[in-house]
């Protein structure tokens, strides 16, 4: 028989998936929510909603509006403006790229999305390996062809913007750098497949990169996150095994940037080939 703290506890934790699930459903598009339709988003009767509701209120969670109807309250605002809550890409993306520098002892890189539509490296968390990646064009944009990270990114853009970049001159910029557009185009859709890209002296000879885009509240691609590593130091088995880990740790950033599956697989949708059909 549960005692008396053990159904204290269950209730305490369903309240909070319940206020949890009441915070998800605001956002850019739905400011602001009437008690009908916070219920309806939910699943939870409009007398519970009211309930929890209020109780969010009154942590200043929820504001209620002269209209009765609610919307994110101010403490989240203050929790996002006194630190406590990481306000830019790089911020919200070191802690996860040092974890994993830290489990794979190689260097790691955030790649941020430009405004020009080339990527450029905005920082990294280096290999402790006395033969390592150490990145010393910080900024430099970076055509997205050239490389995992700016092909990764490439692959979950707008398919015409894919097109803008392949159907101009690719210039090499070492003997591996892949030129071909056909080859390039049957290449993104592979990267679509698996969720992660992989290049092997494409841009810097001797490094072989793997990266994975990373998402922001919208669904949007805006960067990458990628591991270099020099080339005597990988093999085929082992770029798989980093591939995935880059992918789970963009993942990550991703959520920690507001992301969700549903967003991202919606403008995933606009990044397929025409005739291409999104892995399951």
């Not at 406590?84 to 941020?112: N, Q, S």
């Not at 507001?258 to 949708?269: C, E, I, L």
Request: a neutral charge.
């Amino acid at each position: 028989m549960e005692n008396d703290d053990g159904a204290k506890l269950r209730s305490g934790v369903q309240s909070i998936d319940r206020a949890v699930a009441i915070l998800r459903c605001f956002d850019s598009r739905n400011p602001e929510l009437g008690i009908t339709e916070v219920a309806k988003r939910t699943g939870l009767s409009t007398s519970t909603a009211h309930r929890i509701l209020a109780s969010m209120a009154a942590n200043r969670l929820i504001r209620q509006t002269s209209d009765k109807r609610y919307g994110l309250g101010p403490l989240l605002i203050q929790l996002a403006r006194n630190g406590a809550i990481p306000t830019t890409f790089r911020d919200v993306a070191m802690p996860f790229m040092m974890k994993l520098r830290d489990e794979v002892d190689e260097t790691v890189g955030l790649h941020e999305l430009l405004s020009t539509g080339e990527r450029a490296v905005i920082d990294q968390a280096e290999s402790r390996q006395e033969i390592r990646r150490h990145y010393t064009d910080i900024g430099v944009p970076v055509p997205l062809p050239h490389g995992a990270p700016g092909k990764v990114i490439l692959s979950v853009l707008p398919w015409d913007r894919q097109e803008w970049w392949l159907s101009r001159s690719i210039r090499p910029v070492t003997p591996a750098t892949v030129t071909d557009p056909d080859r390039l185009r049957a290449e993104l859709s592979r990267i679509r497949d698996q969720g992660w890209a992989d290049s092997n002296a494409e841009r810097t000879t001797g490094i072989r990169a793997v990266a994975a885009p990373i998402f922001d509240h919208t669904g949007s691609v805006i960067g990458a996150v990628g591991l270099s590593v020099p080339s005597m130091r990988i093999d085929e088995g082992r770029a798989a095994l980093l591939g995935l880990r880059a992918k789970e740790t963009a993942w990550e950033i991703s959520e920690a940037l507001g992301a969700s599956d549903a967003a991202v697989k919606q403008n995933f949708r606009r990044a397929l080939a025409p005739g291409e059909q999104a892995a399951e």
